[in-house]
């Protein structure tokens, strides 16, 4: 059984960073790529960045590109998501997920994922 955790959401002022991690269990974590997605209260689960399971190409939306920056480090099983320059409009429970198949890049469909974390808090006051 394959389980996401995601760590390191918070309270944090307009133009501060957050680091997020989402550690995963067993030893396929290199086989498949990951993604990250958020949701705010009333809204539609959003993508947010995706990466390649060797980490070799990454994917981002157009509202967190040049904020954002996803990674992964497969020797930990973990992944990341380093956020800078927090906005308001970032506030969400942040959620990782892992591609369903081994041929999967890091599209930005949630379908294409079939293992989700929990979430975490991400609020951002102005």
């Known amino acids: 059984q394959v389980q996401l955790v995601e760590s390191g959401g918070g309270l944090v002022q307009a133009g501060g960073s957050l680091r997020l991690s989402c550690a995963g269990s067993?030893?396929?974590?290199?086989?498949?790529?990951m993604a990250w997605f958020r949701q705010a209260p009333g809204k539609e689960h959003q993508f947010v960045a995706s990466i390649t399971r060797g980490g070799g190409a990454t994917s981002y939306a157009d509202s967190v590109r040049d904020r954002f920056t996803i990674s992964r480090d497969n020797a930990k099983n973990t992944l990341y998501l380093q956020m800078n320059n927090l906005k308001p409009e970032d506030t969400a429970v942040y959620s990782c997920?892992?591609?369903?198949?081994?041929?999967?890049?890091?599209?930005?469909?949630?379908?294409?994922?079939?293992?989700w974390g929990q979430g975490t808090q991400v609020t951002v006051s102005s």
């Open positions: 067993g030893r396929s974590f290199s086989a498949y790529a």
């Open positions: 997920a892992r591609a369903a198949t081994t041929w999967a890049t890091g599209d930005a469909g949630s379908g294409s994922y079939n293992y």
